[in-house]
């Protein structure tokens, strides 16, 4: 007689170890405990931030909601936007200038076009000015050469954006397809052309979309610039600042905040257009 | 009597593409646009030969660091180092909230929606020296300031990238975790989170490297750190300072890019 043995659900599978990824979060948990605790910032004056804040959030908004056609509201309306444009240009021409250095430097960087020594040297130098914010390399060079103002901070930015412009198009030269290449080569055509005729149309629209990328920061950061005074909002800022004047500071943030909004909306929009191509007639309106 | 070969006819070249004339409008626009913002900046190069004296003196000076000076910056990076450590930690918290109710995916309701995305275009069109001259009239001088003004700018940037991530992953678990009936937050749990956790631990790493980099502009405002003391020595006119100040800030940049580099690396 033989007892049927009870067919038992086979063993359930034992749960991964989470040891390893317990400790990462521990680990990382420690680190950040350690820095509240060592860095002297004094937290107890978190307390008060909500006070404050309604406070002169109530005092900037006030500036904002007067009547901004009578004097001197107006003058000021006005000056706020005119430093804004300013901004405005200063990112324009730093983009300009940082898009016509790095192309010719990304075919330098690009170890599918460039000897290796070469990509080596131009990654370097790429890297050294990616790591250099722009404010210190407006305060360290530029600014003395070209005293203060505008000029000083479009260059900076142009410098600046030529780090990972270079890097970014570096990239897409080096992830282009062969085929068009290979035909070119095929047709005896000389490095440069196969360069201009089978690289440069392949990556333009990638290429088009980083520069105006970068363009939308550099808005950002043209406003930075302008409060060592290299000109544009920035200054502005600074100075309503340093005087605690706050109606004139809630309308100097508005302006920033919605000629950004706007202008990078007009960016997004065309970045789009240029990386998908026209728009088909059947397609949907924007999501 | 010989018979003609027949030549072959090469085929009809195929006709030139045209250019079309939209092409030629945007590059109007975009030299039209430069023109007018290089004269708005009154754009010449010309103090390149002319100024270069002044420049050069200054350069001069940065060319010779001041290397006993940076046993005094060692704390003051430090600082910099916990004002970057935390304001990633709570700020890409934060951030990871903000994405999730600011992607069609996760969030369904229309409203929330539309107005986490535009709180967010708000929050993002503001450079992080703005936020830093804010919260230094509101908080004071100091670190404090520091980090509350990089845990607004970093709020800005995790929840724009994580919440584009978000609309781009594999709708399939997401429909599995609704039909065994899961809640809002416990699809977000189980069937979000871990389909974003790479992308999204690199985003951090990514903002964590940006601000080392920020908070050098921010201390320049008076929000702490390094940048502090950069700002000090240089209106003291103590270029070799800063320029030890600046190698030194160039060394901790580049290792820290490093080490996230491969992070990254491991991540992904």
């Not at chain 1, 890097?167 to 047709?187: D, F, H, N, Q, Y």
């Not at chain 2, 985003?203 to 000090?232: D, H, K, P, Q």
Request: contains cysteine.
């Amino acid at each position: 007689m033989s007892v049927e043995p009870r067919r038992s659900a086979p063993p359930r599978p034992s749960a991964p170890s989470r040891l390893r990824y317990t400790l990462t979060q521990l680990g990382v948990l420690a680190i950040i405990l350690i820095c509240i605790v060592v860095i002297d910032a004094r937290w107890d004056r978190l307390l008060d931030l909500p006070a404050l804040s309604i406070t002169y959030g109530q005092l900037m908004i006030g500036g904002v909601v007067q009547n901004p056609f009578v004097e001197p509201n107006l003058t000021y309306w006005g000056d706020a936007l005119r430093l804004m444009v300013e901004s405005l240009q200063i990112a324009w021409v730093g983009t300009v200038i940082g898009a016509v250095l790095s192309f010719p430097i990304a075919f330098i960087a690009a170890s599918t076009v460039a000897p290796r020594w070469a990509v080596f040297l131009t990654r370097q130098i790429l890297n050294i000015l990616r790591a250099i914010p722009e404010l210190v390399l407006a305060i360290a060079i530029m600014l003395p050469i070209f005293g203060l103002g505008p000029l000083a901070g479009a260059l900076a930015i142009g410098v600046g954006s030529v780090g990972t412009l270079g890097k970014l198009t570096a990239e897409a030269i080096e992830s282009v397809p062969r085929g068009p290449g290979e035909a070119l080569t095929a047709a005896g055509a000389s490095t440069l052309q196969k360069l201009r005729w089978a690289v440069v149309p392949q990556i333009l629209p990638e290429v088009i979309a980083f520069w105006l990328y970068r363009f939308e920061i550099n808005i950002r950061a043209s406003a930075i610039l302008g409060v060592l005074g290299a000109g544009g909002i920035g200054s502005l800022l600074a100075q309503v600042f340093e005087r605690r004047d706050w109606d004139r500071i809630g309308i100097t943030l508005v302006v920033i905040i919605v000629v950004t909004i706007i202008v990078d909306q007009i960016s997004a929009a065309v970045r789009h257009r240029v990386i998908s191509g026209a728009p088909a007639l059947s397609a949907k309106a924007l999501v | 009597m010989t018979t003609v070969v027949e030549r072959p006819v090469s085929p009809a070249r195929p006709p030139r593409p045209r250019t079309r004339p939209s092409t030629y409008i945007a590059i109007v626009v975009v030299v039209a646009i430069t023109v007018w913002a290089g004269a708005g900046i009154s754009f010449d190069l010309s103090p390149l030969w002319t100024d270069w004296g002044r420049g050069w003196f200054i350069i001069q000076e940065f060319l010779a660091p001041n290397w006993s000076f940076i046993g005094r910056t060692i704390s003051p990076f430090l600082d910099t180092l916990a004002i970057a450590v935390i304001a990633t930690a709570v700020g890409c918290a934060i951030g990871l909230g903000m994405a999730m109710l600011a992607s069609r995916v996760t969030m369904s309701n229309a409203f929330v929606y539309r107005a986490a995305k535009i709180f967010l275009s708000i929050v993002r069109s503001l450079p992080d020296v703005g936020y830093g001259l804010l919260f230094v009239a509101l908080v004071g001088v100091g670190t404090l300031a520091g980090v509350l003004a990089l845990i607004m700018f970093n709020i800005g940037i995790i929840a724009k990238l994580t919440s584009e991530t978000i609309d781009a992953i594999d709708r399939g678990p997401l429909e599995a975790a609704a039909a065994s009936g899961a809640r809002p937050a416990q699809t977000a749990q189980f069937a979000v989170v871990p389909q974003i956790l790479p992308n999204y631990l690199s985003y951090s790493l990514y903002v964590f490297e940006l601000n080392i980099r920020a908070s050098v502009v921010l201390g320049i405002v008076g929000a702490g750190g390094i940048g502090s003391t950069l700002s000090v020595e240089f209106a003291r006119f103590n270029y070799s300072n800063v320029s030890a100040i600046i190698v030194l800030l160039f060394i901790v940049v580049f290792s820290i890019d490093l080490l996230s580099q491969w992070l990254r690396r491991r991540l992904m």
